[in-house]
């Protein structure tokens, strides 16, 4: 396809990166969904950038590593907002797929 120039945000994007430990059975793809559900307003974008498994982290479990993309069009968003909607993800997180959170 022919790429679409799109504008870009005036506002700078700030990213978090979430490190969670996935028990056997749970999908990246789930845990993905979880996270965008979660933190939607200002969320932009989620890419995994390590995937661990072995020495350290428990027999079954992988260690998964999530970059989160915020972005506003209106303004700068404030670290307690991002905050908030990563601890929110974790929350939700936990209490529905059982993933812990690495190194909280």
Same mark, same amino acid.
């Given at each position: 396809? %022919? !790429?679409v120039a $799109? #504008?870009?945000p !005036? &506002? !700078?994007g700030v990213e978090r990166d979430l490190a969670l430990l996935l028990p056997a059975g749970v999908t990246v793809a789930s845990a #993905? +969904? %979880?996270i965008r559900q979660a933190a939607r307003k200002f969320l932009q974008d989620v890419t995994v950038f390590d995937v661990y498994e072995g020495? +350290? %982290?428990g027999e079954g479990v992988r260690s998964?590593? &999530?970059r989160l993309h915020f972005q506003s069009w209106e $303004?700068?968003?404030t670290d307690k907002e991002v905050d908030k909607a990563v601890d929110r993800a974790a929350g939700r997180l936990k209490e529905e797929l059982g993933v812990e959170i690495r190194g909280r």
């Open positions: 396809g %022919i !790429p $799109r #504008d870009l !005036p &506002f !700078p #993905d +969904g %979880i020495e +350290g %982290i998964v590593a &999530f $303004r700068t968003l």
